[in-house]
Structure formats: C-alpha cells, structure tokens
C-alpha cells in the first residue's frame, strides 16, 4: 500500500487526506500547531483510518526520529511555506507537490480556467463562476474560493468547467497544472515575507500564464501592461479606459460609451454593475474576456452579471444603520488592496485597521485615510506599528482598541460624532494574530455589527 504524508490540517490538507485514503493510500497528517479545534479534527480523522499527529513540525528526520519511514507522497497544504528546512530535504528524496496539484491529476480532462493575481482574484473568480452557471455549465469556483480543489474531487460531481483562484502559495506547489484559460488581475508586492524577493513572487504567478492556453490580463495593472506584450503577445487584455494600444484588438474587452464591449460588440451596459469602485469594473472586464474565450453568449454573460451581488469579505455591505453603512473588507490583507476598498467608499469613514502586518508600500494607503477617513480604530499586532505610523504623517484621530469586540462598538460612538456615512472594516493585515483566516475575521465583524445594531436595524439587513 502507498503512504502518503500531508502537512497542515486546515481545509485543503484534510480534504488531500480523505482524497488519498479514499484510493486506499496510507495516510499520515501532521501540524505543528495544537488547539481544541485541531483535537476535534485530529479525532474526526482518526474515526476514518488517518493518522494525525499534532504540534510536528515535520521533516524527514522528525519521521525517522519516530521510527517512521519515508512516505512515498508528501502533500503540502497551501498555508505552508514551499521552502521550509524540512520540505527543502523531502524534495531531494520523496515527491511532494501542494493541494492543489493533486486535485489536478485527477481533474485534468476537465478545463480550467485559473485566476492568480495580488488583488481581485475571488471577485473576479466568483463572477465567473455565476455567468458559466447562468449559461447552463457546471462550473464550481474552487482553490481559496468555495471547495478547496481535492474537495471537488471529492465530491464525485461531472462538471464542465473547474474555476480555480489560485494563490502564489497554490501554483508554486502545484508544477504541472495547466489551465486551458489563465487570469492576471493584478500584481504588487506581497507575501514577500514568505516568497523573500518581488521577483520571486511574480515568476510564481507569471508560471501559471507560461502553462496556460489563453492568457487574459488586466491592460489597467501597470506593471502587466509593462511584462505582458512581451511575454503573451497573443493574450486578451482588458481595460476600462478604452482599447489599449495594440492590446485592444483583436481579443480585446474594454468600456466604451458607458458599455462593455468586447471585440467590437456591446456585451452589458456598465451601470448595472452592482459593486461599487474601479478595481470592481476591472473584475468585471476580465470575467467577461474569460466568459467570450469560453463561447458563452452575450444573454448569459449580461442575466449573470445584472443579478451579481459580490462576494462575502470584499466591500461587503453588512447593514444601515441611522444612516451609516458598515461594510466588510476582512478579504483586504495588504496596503494595496486596503487602500482600494477605502478609495471605493463614501467618505468620512470610520476606519477599522490592523492584524498581522505584511511587508509593502503603504504610501497610497495613509495618503487615502488622510483624505477619507475621520477616525481610525487599530486592532491586532499591528496596531502600534500603524500608530506610529500614523503619528509620522500627523494623522492624530487614531486609537488602539486591541480586539474587534472593542472596535464595532466604539466605532458607532465615532460615526456618530463625526458624521461619519461609512463605517469600514478594512485591515491591511493577515488575520493570524487573531484568527484562523481572513474569513473568520469578517464573520466575526459580521456578528458583532449585527448585534450591536439590534433589534433597531431589523429590517434593514
């Protein structure tokens, strides 16, 4: 019998585990944490015939150590760092390969789209996803969105299309997948505290459109604009300012006259968009290039594009209350993106900030809250570093409140002192110093909003 090791028991690595014991692999999870949470899961599994050991930081000699031998397969789930001493050592001796590029082994003689990016990736992915549904196709958005992709496996269901947002952590781990359509939407510096230079983090996504059949790339993303003719001289580029100079035709989607029109044909006029800011009409662009390389009709593309909402986490609007909008970002875990969903609201806005902060440029971001925002509320272990920085730039109505129970509430003495039309969770920061994910981290605001509101806002929800 094969034996397969996989680290990290978050989402992904449990659904590897099932995947692989399901086709009587042996298989061994491990995670260097421990928490109620994990002894749950750790029991679950076990209940299932897959060993679960907790708080191993795994390697090959961690394994020997414990008179275990070497697995034939090791899977990394995407939350663990690719370049990790012990994972540096298995590679030189046992094959091991991400999540992500396990479920493609099974699902390749499917088409894929995969949309990779610093920004837009889960707008963009889930409007996809609604218009191949709206036009009759199985087509269920996976990766950090919905199923993780060996849940689609999983779940045994035939389906026409997989559309896959896929991170940096996802495709530096997953070599041989290879989308019949890739995405770009855009790309700053991030996760460098992980990837260690730019360059690195770019020639992981930039792999994904290497592999790719199609290339579509977002004309409005300086730095594509700059990498991208070279490179994909064939790729559709998008661009909410008109055609882009040889980029534009033939494959090009772009506004014109209040219209999105692709290669030269009106497909949706652009105001029944119903999520607000620029960034969102760049979303919008790309998933209808993505949606005319397919062959999906104009009436599908306009009936799934007029009923979409957005996604949960990004510029979600949670509830009014005495006139004030309390929307969540949780989704915005960097300067760049933090500084969009500020840009994109009704000002003055009560800022709530902070978490586990990344390396970036946060120079657009602090110049957005001086000319947005009437307060700040910080939270996290951040929250002094933002101070400080807030203090350099003469920023002064900030205060550290710690935790996100103390700032929703404090938050609605400050809109109401202010005038304030927006209340914004909006962290700049990784939820881990607090949270599981970026998606805990928003339910919780959800929660806490909504309860504080209460019974007054009943109503309007």
């Known amino acids: 019998m094969p034996s397969a090791h996989v680290i990290g028991l978050g989402r992904s690595g449990t659904a590897a585990a099932r995947l692989l014991k399901g086709e009587s692999w042996q298989v061994t999870v491990s995670d260097r944490n421990t928490s109620a949470s994990l002894i749950q899961q750790q029991a679950a599994l076990q209940a299932e015939g897959i060993d679960v050991s907790l708080g191993l930081n795994f390697s090959p000699d961690s394994l020997a150590s414990q008179g275990q031998a070497p697995p034939d397969l090791v899977i990394v789930s995407p939350g663990v760092p690719w370049d990790l001493p012990g994972l540096v050592q298995a590679r030189e ?47 269920p958005a996976c990766g950090n969105i919905g199923y993780s ?38 790309f700053t510096p991030d996760h460098l505290g992980r990837h260690g230079t730019l360059e690195r983090y770019r ?19 300086l730095y594509l604009r700059q990498i991208g003719p070279q490179r994909w001289p064939h790729a559709c580029w998008t661009s909410t300012s008109g055609k882009l100079a040889g980029q534009g035709t033939p494959r090009g989607v772009y506004v014109e006259d209040g219209w999105v029109v692709a290669e030269g044909e009106p ?46 986490h990004r510029l979600e609007h949670i509830c009014s209350f005495q006139g004030i909008d309390w929307i969540n970002d949780s989704k915005a875990t960097n300067y760049d993106a933090a500084q969009v969903g500020l840009a994109s609201v009704a000002s003055p806005v009560i800022l709530i900030a902070g978490g586990e902060a990344k390396p970036g440029d946060d120079q657009q971001w602090i110049e957005t809250i001086q000319a947005k925002a009437a307060a700040i509320l910080l939270i996290g272990a951040a929250a002094p570093t933002f101070a400080q920085r807030l203090q350099q730039v003469h920023y002064s109505t900030y205060e550290i409140v710690g935790t996100m129970a103390q700032a929703v509430p404090r938050a609605l003495e400050l809109a109401k002192q202010y005038g304030a039309k927006v209340v914004l969770l909006s962290p700049a920061c990784a939820s881990f110093d607090q949270y599981q994910s970026f998606e805990e981290r928003g339910d919780h605001f959800r929660q806490l909003c909504l309860e504080l509101l209460q019974p007054t806002s009943v109503g309007q929800v």
């Not at 995969?114 to 963009?124: A, D, S």
């Not at 290339?215 to 993303?221: R, T, Y």
């Not at 497909?267 to 029944?272: A, F, K, R, Y």
Request: hydrophobic share 45%; proline share 5%.
């Open 93 to 139: 001796a046992i094959e091991t390969i991400g999540e992500t590029e396990l479920a493609w082994r099974y699902l390749k003689h499917y088409p894929w789209i995969g949309i990779t990016g610093t920004n837009g990736k889960t707008t963009t992915t889930a409007l996809i996803a609604a218009i191949f549904q709206a036009a009759g196709l199985r087509a």
């Open 149 to 186: 992709t060996c849940d689609l496996v999983l779940a045994q269901t035939p389906v026409d299309w997989v559309v896959a947002e896929l991170s940096s952590y996802q495709i530096e781990s997953a070599a041989t997948l290879a989308p019949t359509i890739g995405v770009w939407t855009t």
């Open 203 to 221: 020639d992981i996504k930039a792999s994904l459109l290497e592999r790719s059949q199609h290339q579509v790339l977002n004309g409005d993303d």
């Open 267 to 312: 497909i949706v006029p652009l105001s029944v968009l119903r999520m607000p800011g620029e960034h969102n009409r760049q979303n919008l662009l790309m998933a209808i290039a993505v949606a005319r390389l397919a062959g999906i009709q104009t009436s599908a593309i306009a009936e799934a594009v007029t009923a979409f909402p957005g996604v949960p």
